[in-house]
């Protein structure tokens, strides 16, 4: 049910925009066999992203001022190697829309 649920967002998302639900709000589900294990990432993969399946990890979101704060966090960010080379490459430059998820 959840890849269902998971398929038709990433639908509504693609026909519509990626902000069809709110700025900064549900962009993905995660299942649980997708989100790697932080604390045993090496340096090259923390610098170059992971290779293999399980491939999110927790990203905690700050402000516009560059604040951050703890509390748990239920989002996560796509760290595999094609989508931290798609950032390194194209951070910083103006784009309407980012096409990794």
Do not use: H
Not at 15 to 20: M, P, S, T, V
Not at 21 to 26: A, D, H, S
Not at 33 to 59: H, Q, S
């Amino acid at each position: 049910m959840k890849k269902q649920i998971r398929n038709l967002f990433d639908t509504l998302k693609e026909k519509y925009g990626r902000d069809i639900f709110g700025q900064g709000w549900l962009y993905r589900i995660v299942s649980q066999n997708e989100i790697a294990n932080v604390d045993e990432l090496t340096e090259e993969e923390k610098t170059n992203g992971i290779k293999g399946n399980k491939t999110f990890v927790p990203y905690d979101k700050g402000d516009k001022d560059g604040n951050r704060w703890y509390a748990p966090t239920p989002y996560y960010i796509d760290w595999s190697f094609d989508n931290v080379q798609f950032l390194k490459k194209n951070s910083g430059k103006k784009r309407t829309r980012y096409a990794c998820y």
